[in-house]
């Protein structure tokens, strides 16, 4: 008999994925609240082609919460600060769960003030950022959100790494077709796919990262050894780099990337820093069209050439995916079938 490819691939229904990655959580310490959000974003990604924080974060969930570095039962208290302000402490736990127990106040204040701001604290965010924001843009708002992760990046001009991998998500309602959503980390790639090139044994374009000795390298494993990424677009995407840690950590009271010290918890992988959510309701704009000035705004760049919208490759891979189930490799269903 021959042996199975390691790329042999099996499909999945979304609804069973789901369901799968919970059973996963609760076995491994979570409430059922909290598996619920965390399965659901996780098995988002993985439907949404989003592989660098699909199914392959599993593992790096389940170390984290056997090491007693996350509380996998943490209750997040919201705290109602003024109009267009609310506070949560995630009291040690994931940041998802805190974002769902204010959403419903979140989107209440944004809808009377024009703006509101949800700042998360004391949070563990191991996750793809759009599920954060695309929600609120189905329901017709604007929302930008924020994370700092773990240093692992090194500032324009520095020499040591202090940023981490820093992600920005923006999603916005457009007229008759999906929200214009895109999320990117602030490094020149996430941590997530220089784990996944150093698994394949692939190496990386140039300007990506540097070995321990601060020199450049197109190594992945080199990076994870020691090494740092660099900030993507230079001095630029290093002041947005340095804007997250701002207001994810300092404005939140969350820690910065540096601030927390993992080395008593092995097999902990997830940051514990903060999250910053602003949501502002475009109806109250000059002239409450917003929505239709957006689907202006993607014609008028479709007009000059533009092939390709952010969040775009993702709803191709949704529908993909809806169609014939979500993919993952035969080895991934099995890893995680036996997590289960
Ligand atoms: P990518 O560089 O893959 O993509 C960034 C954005 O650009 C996406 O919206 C993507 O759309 C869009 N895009 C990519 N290529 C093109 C193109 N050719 N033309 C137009 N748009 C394009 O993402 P990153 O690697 O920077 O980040 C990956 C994920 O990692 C994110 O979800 C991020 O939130 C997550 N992350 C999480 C962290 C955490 O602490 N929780 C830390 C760092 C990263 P599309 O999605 O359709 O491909
Ligand atoms: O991919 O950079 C990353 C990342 C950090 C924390 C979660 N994902």
């Known amino acids: 008999m021959s042996a199975r490819p390691d790329t042999a691939v099996a499909h999945i229904a979304f609804a069973e994925l789901q369901a799968l990655l919970q059973r996963i959580f609760i076995r491994h310490g979570t409430s059922e609240a909290v598996a619920c959000a965390l399965a659901f974003n996780c098995a988002s990604a993985q439907r949404d082609g989003a592989h660098s924080h699909g199914v392959f974060r599993i593992p790096g969930y389940v170390s984290t919460l056997a090491s007693g570095w996350v509380d996998g039962k943490a209750v997040p208290e919201v705290t109602d600060i003024a109009s267009g302000y609310l506070r949560v402490d995630a009291k040690g736990g994931f940041a998802q769960p805190a974002l769902a127990a204010a959403r419903e106040l979140l989107v209440e204040k944004a809808r009377s003030a024009g703006i509101a701001v949800l700042a998360i604290h004391n949070s563990h965010h191991f996750a793809a950022l759009w599920p954060d924001v695309e929600p609120f ?156 000035r957006s689907y202006e705004l993607v014609r008028q760049m479709q007009s000059v050439g533009l092939q390709r919208m952010p969040g775009e490759r993702r709803y191709r891979e949704r529908e993909l995916s809806a169609r014939q189930g979500v993919t993952l490799t035969v080895q991934e269903l099995e890893q995680l079938q036996s997590m289960a």
């Open 137 to 292: 843009a189905d329901e017709g708002l604007v929302a930008l959100s924020v994370v700092n992760s773990m240093t692992c990046v090194v500032p324009h001009g520095a020499r040591q790494p202090l940023f981490g991998t820093n992600p920005i998500a923006f999603a916005a309602p457009c007229a008759g077709t999906d929200p214009i959503v895109f999320d990117m980390a602030t490094s020149a790639m996430a941590h997530g796919d220089v784990q996944i090139a150093a698994r394949k044994g692939e190496q990386l374009p140039d300007g990506i990262g540097v070995d321990s000795q601060g020199e450049p390298t197109r190594d992945p494993q080199k990076i994870l050894d020691g090494g740092a990424l660099l900030p993507f677009g230079g001095h630029k995407g290093s002041a947005l780099s340095m804007m997250v840690e701002l207001l994810a950590a300092a404005l939140t009271g969350g820690n910065f990337s540096w601030e927390f010290d993992w080395s008593q918890h092995p097999g902990a992988k997830t940051p514990w820093t903060g999250q910053l959510i602003i949501v502002i309701d475009p109806s109250k704009a000059e002239g409450g069209r917003f929505a239709e």
